[in-house]
């Protein structure tokens, strides 16, 4: 399937730190978008970046896409507490969207 | 303002029963979506539908039935309910389809359900 893998599946670093996470997926696709999971609560999206598209920033946030490799990385900067989250990717293809498997990223105060 | 609710947040019932959650949003967009999300945290699509037509459809068993009475309302039907339905469900909704550029979901709290 084109589910994405990310990487790490789990990253815990202190604040002020900077944290990276990687998705991989498997075939060509339209966009790829990000998206943030706190506890018990619903996907809140952060970024979407189109295939024609290296590289996106959004505030502390940046987001890089190869095509050729497959890959997306996102970047949080200055990491703080409120950070801590579950991260996910995702790919659109056509008529297909699918998540990746998610990074759990913890950040000590 | 909640922009995509979802009821009822918790949802604990025995095997074999029907139960049915409802998703409302008041953003105007035209699509929305169901979601399943496992004890590992995996996310999977099940429907979608664009001004309450189903476009999207996953391999999900037949015992659920989304409904949408309109644009703003879908509401997931599960009839027979089974141990392994037990996940939550995420409702979501976008401006555009799937197929569409700029597709940004907005997702409601989640309903957990849990089958025993």
């Known amino acids: 399937s084109q589910q994405g893998e990310e990487d790490p599946q789990a990253l815990s670093i202190q604040e002020g730190e900077n944290a990276t996470m990687n998705c991989s997926y498997k075939?060509?696709?339209?966009?790829l978008q990000w998206y943030r999971q706190n506890s018990g609560r619903g996907l809140v999206h952060l970024i979407l970046i189109r295939s024609n598209e290296r590289e996106k920033h959004s505030g502390r946030l940046r987001v890089t896409l190869d095509t050729s490799k497959k890959s997306s990385s996102l970047l949080i900067t200055a990491s703080r507490a409120a950070d801590t989250a579950s991260y996910f990717c995702a790919t659109h293809t056509g008529n297909q969207f699918y998540f990746g498997t998610g990074t759990s990223l913890t950040v000590i105060p | 303002d909640t922009a995509v609710s979802q009821t009822p947040k918790y949802l604990v019932t025995q095997m074999g029963n029907d139960k049915s959650i409802k998703c409302e949003q008041n953003l105007g967009h035209d699509t929305m979506y169901w979601y399943k999300q496992d004890s590992k945290k995996f996310l999977k699509i099940m429907f979608s539908?664009?001004?309450?037509?189903?476009?999207i459809n996953e391999t999900v068993p037949n015992r659920f039935s989304p409904k949408s009475p309109d644009k703003a309302h879908l509401n997931l039907h599960i009839n027979s309910l089974e141990l392994g339905d037990s996940a939550v469900y995420f409702c979501?909704?976008?401006?555009?389809?799937?197929?569409?550029?700029?597709?940004?979901?907005?997702f409601g709290p989640g309903t957990r359900l849990t089958v025993l």
């Open positions: 539908y664009n001004n309450k037509e189903l476009i």
């Open positions: 075939t060509s696709i339209n966009n």
């Open positions: 979501a909704s976008s401006q555009v389809p799937v197929g569409a550029l700029g597709n940004e979901q907005f």
